[in-house]
């Protein structure tokens, strides 16, 4: 089926960062963070040009926390990094600016929230190679400020074009639904509860592994189309019967309590007014055809 | 106030007691910052930082026009690493003491950990209190425990509130505790994020309708909370089994994905723990402070 929505008012931005280092605290050396079960664990985690994950491959499995695929990019001071992680949207165009790899164009595949604040880019593998920290990466923002025709209850957050036309959907009793591989429900909602849905990423709870398998959640890939049960993700995200959200994996599992893997929410609607259905494989690595 | 431990044995005598201290703060707004309700109107609501003059520990959770309230005092430390020893290591139900200004030598409880420690002072030391007074916490209760359980962690629980919570022996073997009520796991909130070493997790208010029906909306600020299948050892977990014990810090919010501070005492991530619904469960009751004076 076709979506309408406002294409031709919507406003293409430049937003730029760079290609982000890995961070870990400073003296006295305890570079370790805690798994769920109290044992101290020191793994990569997010930021930096990760070469051998990509949108596409398993979510489960890594022996990292929280793993962004492909290359994460942060903005030059904290309210350049909001306006870079708030206005790209999964699906936006990212361009190299600077470098061995300028000119090379990759994909808004998702963000990263509270402590981390990135945003998460596939690039083909051959080109991160040639890639270094600090390189300049512009996003060719579009997609904030999108309506949908006829389904206006829908809030659309960090969503382009672009992947809301490519997603699977189909409307039954006026409700626009959303092909998705699983849907997570209400309490296996963990880290991003409570935070900004304007960026950022909802993580699911993946300490209880059995409680992960009976949802369907434990064979995850980066990129898969899921659902949130009783989630309403339009100004943060918090528990309400009948609201639902849609988003992408976005990154890996984790250890820590709380971190299982990351979901970026591109749409939201409180009452109802946005469903779901079973469509398995729905990755955004076929939708957006992406490069490997 | 040190009750009977219903026979159970504490390792009181090996905890250390030291200070550490706060300051009275100041509220703070950026400039054009509003908070949201679910449907995006933005508001600007008091409640967090410096005194609270009106909202006391006993008092109700809900129906303030505020914003996660911090009842009575709000104190913390300038220095970042000075004030993340006073989180570490104040406990609830520590005593507190104005060391500077006019209500020097007053006496206090710690009743909550929020982004700031929360005291409660008898009624008269509050006109004398000013922003930027220094007061003392004599903290003591890192490492408690009960020697019959060894699977159950205490956090952040003092020996005054470990004698005050009435805890008994249920006839499996468990751990027994008096809560004014249950929340569903689901519920569970903002906090996820964080280490449980760190102040509190909000309850998930945004569901009106489901607070009224569940009772939720009669919380008091210093209620005892039970939740079922929630693992607080090392972070806040979804564990099929496990039972957490938590107590009410701060008021409501109308933020999507808050609501009333709950902070972690005990948890145990195989059962281990029991508790049964008693109204009167609230450290206002217990310390007699607050609305419970």
Not at chain 1, 42 to 71: K, M, Q
Request: net charge negative.
């Amino acid at each position: 089926m076709s979506i309408t929505f406002n294409q031709a008012d919507l406003v293409s931005v430049s937003i730029g960062g760079v290609i982000a280092h890995p961070g870990f605290p400073g003296l006295p050396a305890e570079p370790y963070r805690l798994s769920a079960e109290g044992k101290p664990f020191l793994l990569p985690t997010f930021g930096g040009i990760v070469y051998n994950v990509s949108v596409g491959d398993r979510a489960f499995g890594w022996a990292a926390d929280c793993i962004h695929p492909g290359v994460s990019i942060r903005g030059t001071d904290d309210t350049k990094n909001r306006g870079l992680n708030v206005f790209a949207c999964v699906g936006n165009v990212a361009v190299v600016m600077t470098g061995q790899a300028q000119g090379t164009k990759g994909v808004v595949t998702g963000k990263s929230g509270r402590f981390s604040e990135q945003v998460i880019v596939h690039f083909p593998k051959e080109a991160r190679r040639k890639m270094a920290v600090g390189d300049q990466i512009v996003i060719r923002s579009l997609g904030t400020g999108m309506e949908i025709a006829g389904h206006e209850a829908i809030a659309c957050k960090g969503l382009s074009p672009d992947l809301l036309t490519a997603l699977p959907s189909k409307v039954e009793d006026g409700v626009l639904k959303i092909g998705v591989v699983a849907t997570v429900p209400a309490h296996l909602v963990g880290a991003g509860a409570g935070l900004t849905s304007e960026g950022g990423s909802l993580h699911m709870q993946s300490t209880d592994r059995q409680a992960l398998k009976e949802a369907g959640l434990d064979q995850l890939r980066l990129g898969d189309v899921v659902a949130i049960e009783n989630t309403d993700s339009r100004y943060n995200h918090g528990y309400l019967r009948g609201a639902m959200s849609i988003g992408v994996v976005g990154q890996s599992d984790g250890p820590r309590a709380g971190y299982g893997p990351g979901i970026t929410v591109v749409m939201t609607a409180p009452k109802g007014e946005l469903g779901c259905y079973q469509a398995p494989g729905t990755n955004i690595a076929d939708l957006l055809k992406l490069e490997a | 106030m040190l009750s009977d431990l219903a026979g159970l044995t504490s390792n009181e005598d090996e905890l250390v007691e030291m200070a550490v201290c706060g300051y009275v703060s100041q509220p703070s707004l950026r400039p054009g910052a509003y908070t949201h309700y679910p449907d995006g109107r933005g508001v600007i609501l008091p409640g967090m930082f410096g005194i609270t003059y009106n909202a006391r520990a006993g008092d109700r959770a809900f129906g303030w026009a505020g914003d996660h309230v911090e009842p009575g005092v709000s104190i913390a430390h300038p220095d970042e690493k000075c004030d993340f020893a006073l989180h570490y290591l104040t406990c609830m139900g520590n005593e507190a003491m104005v060391t500077s200004g006019l209500a020097k030598g007053a006496r206090g409880v710690v009743t909550g950990e929020h982004a700031r420690i929360l005291v409660d002072f008898p009624d008269e030391v509050y006109e004398k209190l000013n922003i930027g007074d220094q007061i003392q916490i004599m903290a003591k209760g890192r490492g408690i425990a009960l020697a019959e359980f060894p699977k159950i962690e205490f956090k952040k629980t003092s020996p005054a509130l470990l004698h005050a919570l009435r805890l008994s022996r249920a006839g499996n073997g468990a751990l027994k505790v008096p809560v004014a009520m249950e929340l569903p796991i689901e519920i569970m909130g903002s906090g996820a994020e964080l280490n449980s070493e760190y102040v509190d997790q909000d309850l998930m208010s945004g569901d009106r309708q489901l607070m009224a029906d569940l009772g939720v909306d009669q919380m008091r600020l210093g209620d005892l909370i039970a939740i079922r299948h929630a693992d607080h050892h090392f972070g806040r977990s979804y564990r099929e089994g496990a039972v957490s014990i938590a107590l009410c810090i701060h008021g409501d919010s109308i933020m999507t994905g808050h609501g009333p501070g709950i902070l972690t005492l005990i948890t145990c991530a195989e059962g281990g723990i029991e508790f049964e619904i008693d109204k009167s469960a609230n450290i206002a009751n217990y310390f007699s402070i607050g609305a419970g004076a």
